[in-house]
């Protein structure tokens, strides 16, 4: 009697889950997202889900979509070896249309703690553990060939990256999902618990998605690594990586209200567009320059 009443609790349970995933699907393909051209092959999409309807919590995503055609707009890498900052200037520095901050990096002393290649120089190697070993964040990269943008998933060998033919590269993660293959999280705080979340999701259409969660206020919660696993499967990506978090989350848009800064970054623990944190690198979309 106690072995039915065990399973069905089980099977209870599991269809509130199914359900619970089904509905905030729904809630995200309904959702009645802001949209404006950036610029060519460039859209930005904004919504804020504030009636606690997605993952029963308030949540303020905001977008790029790009086409990964090398045309138009096209994807570079800004970064510093040892100096940090905000995602703003990396922007405006390099002229670009838009940047979202990057990977892990020494919040003390600057620079990357992830192995960052930018135009076949390398600029920072990994810090591995006492052990020797990699961090999460060290087991994937975004690689750039000709403007195109693309996730490789480490090999297992010391010196992969150095290895990738592609002259830029940067190391970041923990990857989430490649080629509809979603990747095994542990439930280290860091997954499991919610905070502000930036990612990079790519769709089957030669397209790019720029993502900013933001969080760590009442207005939004932001979001677990399993929770934006699946945001990312329901926006049509079917390859996801996580990048550096938390205070770093910043989507800037040249142009654009409020110096540009999209998101609610949260490093001065305010609900406005000013928090923004001093990084070492971060993704740009630029205007292809004709020759």
Known sequence: MLKKLFFALILFTSGLSAFSQSADSLTVVKAKWQKNKIARQVVLFRHHFDQKNLFA????????????TGRKAVFAIGAEEKELITTS??????TAIAAVNGNFFDVK????????????????????????????????????????????????????ETKL????????????????????LDTAGFNRLRHPRTCLGIKPNERVILLTVDGRNENSAG?????????????GCTSAINFDGGGSTTLWVSGMPDGGVINYPTDNKKWDHEGQRKVANVILVKKQVKR
Request: glycine fraction near 8%.
């Open 109 to 160: 002393n600057g620079g990357s703690v992830d192995f960052v290649r930018i135009n076949g120089q390398t600029i920072n190697t990994n810090r591995l553990d006492k052990n020797g070993n990699r961090a999460r964040h060290q087991e994937a990269a975004i690689v750039m060939d000709k403007g195109k943008i693309s996730i490789k998933k480490w090999d297992g060998s010391a010196d992969w």
């Open 223 to 235: 979001m677990s690594l399993f929770e934006l696993t699946k945001l990312m499967r329901w926006l």
């Open 89 to 94: 200037n990396f922007g405006l520095r390099d």
């Open 57 to 68: 919590a308030n949540e303020n995503i905001s977008f790029l979509e790009i086409k990964n």
């Open 165 to 184: 033919k592609e002259k830029n590269v940067f190391l970041n993660g923990p990857l989430l999902t490649l080629n509809n293959v979603d990747e095994t």
